[in-house]
T-cell receptor, first 116, second 110 residues
């Protein structure tokens, strides 16, 4: 199956700093990628839809100035958590789907962010 | 009503037994359906797509009931390694986003 690579898998940062997470589709082109956040024992919550060459679409309640998304190419999307706070500590996962309708999504390995 | 609802469980299953659980969805025009498996602190991985005719993959059987708007997953001859959270995922009719259920936790015990 298709492979989506996410990096880093784990990061610890200080409050107030920014963290960038990369998501790459390795063997297919993804015009759209999705960023999720998952708190312990909860399901995935969609944060935003990343569109290649255009602005991301954010879900209600997600601050676009805090969670910066860039989708500069068909194989790379980045999520930058700016001015991180301890409450931003979570598991962040990206996913991508191919261009064919109704296909499954493939997920990156996830990034566990801890803000201290 | 949530778009996609699942019984959170946990379902405590003796090894070798059969377990089944459902997932209901609210949008009758939803296009496609999937079951994903998520292990603790890992990313979700596709278990199987759910076709209108139902489908089977080894010990796993998925079915879609459009009239009652639910999909089901049945696991036969449960293995210890089947312990995980099973996520129901629905593709609504508009757009490319997937909607996730809250997950059903399954614990297979010796």
């Amino acid at each position: 199956g298709a492979v989506v690579s996410q990096h880093p898998s784990r990061v610890i940062c200080k409050s107030g700093t920014s963290v960038k997470i990369e998501c790459r589709s390795l063997d297919f082109q993804a015009t759209t990628m999705f960023w999720y956040r998952q708190f312990p024992k909860q399901s995935l919550m969609l944060m935003a839809t990343s569109n290649e060459g255009s602005k991301a679409t954010y879900e209600q309640g997600v601050e676009k100035d805090k969670f910066l998304i860039n989708h500069a190419s068909l194989t790379l999307s980045t999520l930058t958590v700016t001015s991180a706070h301890p409450e931003d500590s979570s598991f962040y996962i990206c996913s991508a789907r191919g261009t064919t309708l109704n296909t499954e999504a493939f997920f990156g390995q996830g990034t566990r962010l801890t803000v201290v | 009503r949530k778009e996609v609802e699942q019984d959170p469980g946990p379902f405590n299953v003796p090894e070798g037994a059969t377990v089944a659980f459902n997932c209901t969805y609210s949008n009758s025009a939803s296009q496609s359906f999937f079951w994903y498996r998520q292990d603790c602190r890992k990313e979700p991985k596709l278990l199987m797509s759910v076709y209108s005719s139902g489908n089977e993959d080894g010990r796993f059987t998925a079915q879609l009931n459009r009239a009652s708007q639910y999909i089901s997953l049945l696991i036969r001859d449960s293995k210890l390694s089947d312990s995980a959270t099973y996520l129901c995922v629905v593709n609504p009719p508009a757009g490319n986003k997937l909607t996730f259920g809250g997950g059903t936790r399954v614990l297979v015990k010796p």
